[in-house]
């Protein structure tokens, strides 16, 4: 910074000639030559990934672009109904509500495995750390995220094929080996079979890939906003939001025909 | 659709054991083999692209990614700081300012030049469309977008990269000439040089790709998504919305310092 | 503004001992004296109202606060259940949706009377620029908007008592004379009952009020953030976001159910 | 609820020739008739105020409507100076930015007030309350909201009006006492002046009115919302957002000039 500056950024800035993203000159260095994976990972990291990091935070991303009709995209498509003229409106309130229930738990999951990390020896046992989570998470009434599915069963398929893409790259460590823990804890602990889901997955890969916890939320933000222009896509050329509209209101409001006089 | 069934959407769907997107198995068909940007055209056209449309639309996402301290990094920074717990709103807030003035005038170059296509004989010379444009703008009082830039003189070198990759991979045609004829024509008739830019550059290439133009704004949207977290990240590490609410303010409300009694 | 300021606010500033907006001292002139309509009307207008312009900005302003389960009430309960840490991403997301279709026709049907009006001698006969904008806007195909309902029938009952209090407030004036007979002709060309709704009397009428048209969509915007919080604490006590999403998951999708193998 | 019905609201519907809310007919019941901070209140509390009530609440929307040039109405600017055809993402950007940071404190103070009078015997003295409140806060590191500010010296003219209003209407009780002892004890235990502010002073009186904690938020997100329409009406007749851009983006990056080579 120089002697009078207030603040300064270090992300982007441009001259007549040239634009230079985190020291890589856009034109000669990125376009053409990284993929779009890679320059979120740049953007979050401050450097581009190795290949290996490359792969698999490609896959973390991957899955978080499409889930079907979710709140979020019920939520985008409805926007764009009232203001088709602004795209940009519609996928931002959609985004809006990415917050502590949906993406949230993957971030808490990934919270919960990088403090334990932090806090324990390194050559404390996994499932040793497992028991204390998921027994203080029980004990103060907290919910364990990042396991259990109300409709892949017995398992996630999302899980198994992100952990064999970890494993094939060398990131099933520690923090894979914990959230598995986790998740067999709290199956005994319960007594259900509670396997580790695709928010769990993520957050041990991206905890393995020394992405900070409070960053993780914002892999699926920058995803689920590919995944809701899809949605924005098939909403202009189908439209669904006042058909959804209208039968929402039918419903919620049925009981005013029949129980009002 | 099914006889009874109001409305229907054919993006995703889930059963116990699979996820299927587009009508390719998410588990085995995408994570893993496909790229962050082609699950981008998959969503936005419903077919992954082959390797040449790859590469491009790769190139056009990546280009829009991070442009610096622009507004809507501004605006994602500032929305942080009041809302730390809730960065979905703050990429939220920052993609909502991307309208008519910011991403908009990709999309009406984009319109332009495929309405312009659409309306005339194969075999019309583009330059003979490019002047009727021009033309027909100046008349009307319509600025002329994707040409000239404030800053990147006497070219955007991001124009000269994405015309040579347009060019390697096969996309250089009809669209790119009649963008480059309206720059031309613009210069002409208004007498200063006024060559395309990279918002006319990525207007005329997805063109090429076919990418209607009312979805042209979507690649923008998502793509800033990934260079707002990238903000977000570097607000929380070194936080700056403070100070520059601080410097608006000052110098907004300085008169009531010096002309009020 | 100051000979080296660059850009200055007129709409409030704070000393150690006083807040003053738009020229009052908030403490001893608005707090326990002015109405939070009235707050509204001076954010916009930059002065207080008169009484009768008080009585009559208010009634707009409450005939938009609340219509039930529309698109933005469902969409800002739906952001809610996925963030309901953060209620303001909620209110902003339902807002995003007061575009063009929604709130628009307000703002369009405002144009057209305004644009008329500023167009016309003043003796001339209202039926007569009635008859020429619908005839217009019929040869261009463009809507007619602030007319008919496909509810309210014969009549929208907003629209006779918002025409009410303008006649006991004077506000019945050549804007509402206007709209009315835009009305009649539309009735009348298009040969069915098109009289004026909730939203074309709003325009009328915020039209009397001098808010020039461009401004009258923040009425909408203002009101329906009170609405929306509305449907914030009812779906707080109330949940009901996650059953809406799962109808409309199983409408969307029964065609998987059924016509896939 | 009808027998099959999966959710329903109560809030509103509409008939052919009526309109409910809250159990009121709009047109008979409410407009002319009902304020439109009492249709505030009416959403959030589900009932009229009564007058002393009305008043109040009155005053507390009123003090959060305006407050200058703070992050969000910089947010709101910049946001429309970039889709100025969609004013309403202007407004939905600017309110995501109230979230723990600035409209959060009023939140928390709200929170603990409550808990503490719901934990304790009717005639604890809020001294011995307030003296466990604020120990055991910074005990655990956390602040204490509601109190002292950085401009307003020695004490916030807005807890003085609102206090002042709060007495004349009967609200001066057990919650405005708590909270001017923990502005006391505050001031003891940290050695210098800790008065109650704004913020404080809100959470007090809407504990009075047995506004819950949770809720407190969204008055100021609508009283928000009008100051936004504020500073659009302000930004679109005197444009300010590019050269606060402009400014920051000098500022931001001049270690570019001066420390590259």
Redesign the interface.
Known sequence: ??AK???????????????T?HGLD???E???K????D??Y???MGRLPTPPES?MF??L???L????????A??AR???????????????????????????SMETAAKILQEAMLNQHEDTNVETMAKTIVQERLATKQSIPGIGHH???PID??T???FE?ATELGFNGRYVSLMVAIGNQASEQLSKSLPVNATGAIAAIASELQIPW??V???G???R??????????E?R?P??R???K???T??????Q??QP
Request: hydrophobic share 50%.
């Open positions: 910074m120089t500056q207030r603040f300064r950024s270090d992300i982007a800035w441009s001259t007549e000639t040239n634009i993203v856009l034109c000669s990125i376009l053409g990284v993929s779009l994976s320059m979120a740049l953007q979050i792969r490609e896959a991303a991957l899955t672009v499409e889930h079907g009709l979710t709140p979020s019920i939520v409805m926007t764009l109904a009232g203001a088709p003229e602004a795209m940009q409106g519609a996928v931002a309130a959609g985004l809006n509500g990415l917050g502590s229930v949906f993406v949230g409709m892949h069963k398929p999302r198994v094929r992100l893409i409070h960053i939320r914002g892999i933000v920058f995803s906003a590919i995944g809701l222009v899809g949605h924005i896509v098939e202009t189908n669904m939001a058909q959804m509209k039968m929402i209101e419903e919620a409001l049925a009981h005013f029949t129980d």
